[in-house]
C-alpha cells in the first residue's frame, strides 16, 4: 500500500498561485492524480499523470493547473495558477500501483492522502 502525505494548502485571494505537494511512500505507484471535494458536492478529479508522465486535467482547470513528478524524491506537484473562489476545496492525492494510464475517477484508485485544504477567498 502507498502512504501519500500532501502539504501546500492554505489561503489565498483570488488570482494569485499555490503549488501542491504529495510525498509517496510504499511501491512505486505507476499512475497518480488530484482529486478535490468541496463542501457537499462529490470528490472530482482535477489532474492525473499516468505511467509515462502524460497529463490529463479537467476542463474547469485547463491551463491553470499543472501537474508534475519527481520520481526520484516519489513526489507529485499540482502547480495552480489564476485560482478562483470556485478552485475552493479539500484537495487529495491519489496513487495506483498497477496502472499504465490514470483516469480521473475516484474509483480506480486504492491509494489516498489525507488532504490539504485550498481556499480561494477575497
Known amino acids: 500500500q502507498v502512504q501519500l502525505l500532501e502539504s501546500g494548502g492554505g489561503l489565498v485571494r483570488p488570482g494569485e498561485s499555490l503549488t501542491l505537494a504529495c510525498v509517496a511512500s510504499?511501491?512505486?505507484?505507476?499512475?497518480m492524480a488530484w482529486f478535490r471535494q468541496a463542501p457537499g458536492k462529490e470528490r472530482e478529479g482535477v489532474a492525473c499523470?499516468?505511467?509515462?508522465?502524460?497529463?490529463q486535467y479537467s476542463d474547469s482547470v485547463k491551463g491553470r493547473f499543472t501537474i508534475s513528478r519527481d520520481r526520484n524524491r516519489n513526489l507529485l506537484f499540482l502547480q495552480m495558477n489564476s485560482l478562483k473562489p470556485e478552485d475552493t476545496a479539500m484537495y487529495y492525492c491519489?496513487?495506483?500501483?498497477?496502472?499504465?494510464?490514470?483516469?480521473?475517477?475516484?474509483?480506480?484508485?486504492?491509494?489516498w492522502g489525507q488532504g490539504t485544504q485550498v481556499t480561494v477567498s477575497s
Open positions: 499523470s499516468d505511467s509515462l508522465d502524460r497529463p
Open positions: 510504499g511501491p512505486a505507484a505507476r499512475s
Open positions: 491519489a496513487a495506483d500501483v498497477p496502472g499504465i494510464f490514470c483516469y480521473m475517477i475516484p474509483g480506480y484508485y486504492a491509494n
